[in-house]
C-alpha cells in the first residue's frame, strides 16, 4: 500500500510558513504603507475617471 503525502492544515491564526521562516505578522496598511506617496505623477482626477484612464471609455460628467 502506498502513502500519499498530503498537504499540512493550518489552523486559524497559525501564521504560514514558507522555507522554514514564520511569516512577519504586519497588518494590511503595514505592508503597503512602503508605497505610499510613490505615484505622484498621477491625473487628480484619477479616482473618479479610472475606466477612461484604463479602457479609453469617455470621461464622465461632473
Avoid: C, I, N, W
Wanted: net charge positive; charged share 35%.
Amino acid at each position: 500500500m502506498k502513502t500519499v503525502a498530503t498537504k499540512a492544515r493550518r489552523t486559524a491564526g497559525e501564521p504560514s510558513r514558507r522555507a522554514g521562516k514564520t511569516a512577519a505578522k504586519l497588518t494590511l496598511y503595514e505592508q503597503l504603507k512602503v508605497f505610499d506617496g510613490r505615484a505622484d505623477d498621477l491625473p487628480v482626477d484619477l479616482a473618479r475617471q479610472h475606466d477612461h484612464y484604463l479602457y479609453g471609455t469617455a470621461k464622465r460628467a461632473r
